[in-house]
């Protein structure tokens, strides 16, 4: 099993920008899938990016396309989450999770798609 922390939540005013880190450790060997989802106050967790074992093929929310990047250093274990022109609305708790996926598939956008989560990091957007 693979264990996640993240790192990198904080406050940060409106257009400005946040770099969220993913570090994995444990049974690293295997192929993970990887996503961010966020939480805010209130409601359901939602998706916001995927990106498959290989690293070349990545899905976003529609949400957070053009403001977001994800990607991973299969070397280093990490999945850095990088969040600009921050919006209010992007406030939430923002966790990362894992699936073993040996298939390339990025489509993971449901919480029941993974297997493995981390505790959460926060991020704030004052407006």
């Known amino acids: 099993q693979v264990q996640l922390v993240e790192s990198g939540g904080g406050l940060v005013q409106a257009g400005g920008s946040l770099r969220l880190s993913c570090a994995a450790s444990?049974?690293?060997?295997?192929?993970?899938?990887m996503g961010w989802f966020r939480q805010a106050p209130g409601k359901e967790r939602e998706f916001v990016a995927a990106i498959a074992y290989r690293g070349g093929t990545t899905y976003y929310a529609d949400s957070v396309k053009g403001r977001f990047t994800i990607s991973r250093d299969n070397a280093k274990n990490t999945v850095p989450l990088q969040m600009n022109s921050l919006k209010p609305e992007d406030t939430a708790v923002y966790y990362c999770?894992?699936?073993?996926?040996?298939?390339?598939?990025?489509?993971?956008?449901?919480?029941?798609?993974?297997?493995?989560w981390g505790q959460g990091t926060q991020v704030t957007v004052s407006s």
């Open positions: 444990g049974r690293t060997s295997s192929s993970y899938a």
């Open positions: 999770a894992a699936r073993i996926d040996y298939s390339g598939n990025v489509y993971y956008i449901r919480e029941n798609d993974y297997t493995t």
